[in-house]
């Protein structure tokens, strides 16, 4: 089964309203790293963040690793926000990782 | 600066030939990816590599072979191209444990 699963499939904001993105794991986290693609782009790497909780500007990552999930907060939403944001797992056993679907994210003017 | 770069950006392909997507990372880690990204599927793993010398197979290798001549190369080749390969290729660097991921930006391969 899937590894990696991220709710919302799909999201829309107005300009300024905040979102919640959340990524589930179902195996063992060695670590976790959140990333932004705009269509067409390449992936940005946001958070590399194993455990806890990090800020970057309106960005917030949290990790917490017994309940096996990781969310990314953003806050104050802008239009330039839009894209696919993804969560990636490493696992503990190996170096692979492995990616959720995604969260596609729209923020209207 | 560090970085991963893709060659090339953009190929066109005839069915039946033979295609290598080249990387090459400056971050020196140890570890490099080959993804395919297709609406619909996300990103899938094809092949990685451990470090100069290894290649191993990742969630959809068929159809796909890799060589890591280097610790900075890793390629892939397409030895006989079919329109089901055509996708956005992505290469990624890693260290072995603890380290985040770096991209490059995507190969847009058409196999007519």
């Known amino acids: 089964g899937q590894q990696v699963q991220q709710s919302p499939a799909s999201l829309v904001l107005q300009e300024g309203e905040n979102a919640e993105l959340q990524c589930n794991f179902s195996t063992s986290l060695n670590s976790m790293q959140w990333f932004y693609q705009r269509p067409g782009g390449s992936l940005v790497s946001l958070f590399y963040?194993?455990?806890g909780t990090k800020h970057s500007g309106r960005l917030t990552s949290t990790t917490v690793i017994k309940e096996r999930r990781s969310s990314l907060h953003i806050s104050s939403s802008q239009t330039t926000d839009s894209g696919t944001y993804l969560c990636a797992l490493e696992r503990n056993s190996n170096n692979r990782i492995f990616f959720g679907d995604g969260t596609q994210l729209v923020v209207k003017p | 600066e560090a970085a991963v770069t893709q060659s090339p950006r953009n190929k066109v392909a005839v069915t039946g030939g033979k295609v290598t997507l080249s990387c090459n990372q400056t971050n020196n880690h140890n570890n490099m990816y080959w993804y395919r990204q297709d609406t619909g599927h996300g990103l899938r793993l094809i092949h990685y590599s451990y470090g100069a010398g290894s290649t191993e197979k990742g969630d959809i290798p068929d159809g796909y072979k890799a060589s890591r001549p280097s610790q900075e190369n890793f390629s892939l080749i397409l030895e006989l191209a079919t329109p089901s390969q055509t996708s956005v290729y992505f290469c990624?660097?890693?260290?072995?444990?603890?380290?985040?991921?770096?991209f490059g930006s995507g190969t847009r391969l058409l196999v007519i």
């Open positions: 990624a660097s890693g260290h072995t444990a603890n380290s985040d991921y770096t």
């Open positions: 963040n194993p455990s």
